[in-house]
């Protein structure tokens, strides 16, 4: 499916509503490509700024329930008008392949192509729900050419507080 492709240039500021701090809810299969496998939950925190005057940014998210960190370095084509987004974690040290798309009424669609457990995988990435202080991302992976998905990792984002102090709360 290249439907996000096809949607056109998208606004340079797409992700300025990420730019801040977050605390970060995690729902993650404890396998990707098992529909019915368990759900795992655990808690983040992200940081995220932009670059580029909004046509990038770069977050950082800590988990240390879990003893690992990760960063998304997403970047729009000046060309296309299009963002790619790129997945590291501490874990591995590398960047993953990319899922690109764009927002569409409120929704971003991001494809890409990776591999999972030896297997070859679709990605989907989606951004929906978003507000000044809510966000929800997701992650499904297809092994069947997209005729089916399985939604493997969602992320709910709420916008962090900082009292009158000037300190983060909590």
């Known amino acids: 499916m290249n439907a996000p492709l096809d949607a056109g240039p998208t606004d340079p500021q797409d992700f300025g509503f990420l730019v801040g701090d977050w605390e970060v809810a995690h729902r993650r299969r404890t396998d ?48 296309s008008g299009l963002w790619s987004l790129h997945w590291s974690s501490s874990r591995s040290g590398r960047l993953f392949p990319p ?8 929704r971003g669609d991001f494809y890409g192509d990776d591999t999972y457990d030896g297997k070859d995988v679709r990605v989907r990435y989606v951004w929906s729900g978003i507000s000044r202080d809510t966000a929800r991302w997701e992650q499904a992976f297809s ?28």
């Open 32 to 79: 990707f490509l098992d529909a019915g496998s368990a759900w795992a939950e655990f808690a983040a925190t992200s940081r995220c700024w932009s670059l580029f005057d909004g046509a990038g940014n770069i977050d950082e998210m800590d988990v240390p329930g879990q003893g690992w960190m990760g960063l998304t370095l997403r970047l729009r084509d000046r060309a």
């Open 99 to 106: 899922v690109i798309g764009g927002f569409t009424d409120g």
């Open 143 to 170: 092994v069947d050419g997209e005729k089916s998905w399985v939604t493997n990792w969602v992320m709910e984002f709420t916008r962090r507080r900082v009292p009158a102090s000037g300190t983060p709360a909590g």
